[in-house]
C-alpha cells in the first residue's frame, strides 16, 4: 500500500513538473500531456527553424568568401556610412573613397581600421547646397558602395 502511495506522489510531482515546464493552466493529467505535447511540437518547428536559418547563413557564407557589412544611415543632408569585413582588404578604402567621389560626397568625419579586419565609419556630405539637391538617398549612396566593394573583389581577384 505504501508503495502506492509512493508511486502516486511521484506521477503527481512529475506531472506537476510537466505542467510548470510547459506553462499549462489545465488542471487534468490528460490536459497536462496534450498540452505537453504541444509544446514538443512548437520547439521541434523552433528547431527546424533554426536549422534552416544556419543552413542558409552557411550558404551565403560559402558564396560570398568575403562577406561584407555595409550600412548607410541618412543624417539630414549628410550620410552616416559603416563597412565591416572580418578580414582585412587591402585597397578597398581606395575603392570606396573613389565611389564616393563619383557621388560628389566629401568625407567630413571618418574613423577606419585595416589591420586585422577592415571596419571604416564615416560621415560623408556635399560639399555645397546645389549638390545636396540632387536627391540621392541611403540607398543610393549603399548601392554605390556595394558596387566599390564588388569592383574591389574583382580586382583582387585578378592579381
Not at 37 to 58: D, G, P, T
Not at 116 to 127: D, K
Amino acid at each position: 500500500m505504501v508503495s502506492k502511495e509512493h508511486k502516486r506522489a511521484a506521477t503527481y510531482k512529475k506531472i506537476q513538473l510537466l505542467r510548470s515546464i510547459t506553462n499549462s493552466h489545465a488542471q487534468t493529467k490528460t490536459s497536462i500531456i496534450i498540452d505537453a505535447s504541444k509544446f514538443i511540437e512548437k520547439l521541434k518547428q523552433k528547431v527546424e527553424k533554426l536549422y534552416q536559418n544556419i543552413s542558409a547563413a552557411k550558404n551565403s557564407i560559402s558564396q560570398d568568401p568575403l562577406p561584407v557589412q555595409v550600412k548607410v544611415e541618412a543624417q539630414g543632408k549628410r550620410f552616416l556610412i559603416s563597412v565591416v569585413s572580418e578580414r582585412s582588404c587591402t585597397g578597398l578604402l581606395v575603392f570606396i573613397l573613389e565611389t564616393l567621389e563619383e557621388l560628389s560626397l566629401v568625407v567630413h568625419q571618418a574613423r577606419v581600421s585595416c589591420s586585422e579586419n577592415f571596419h571604416l565609419e564615416a560621415v560623408v556630405g556635399y560639399e555645397n547646397q546645389e549638390e545636396a539637391d540632387q536627391n540621392i538617398d541611403a540607398q543610393g549612396v549603399r548601392q554605390a558602395i556595394l558596387q566599390a566593394i564588388q569592383k574591389w573583389k574583382e580586382s583582387s581577384e585578378q592579381e
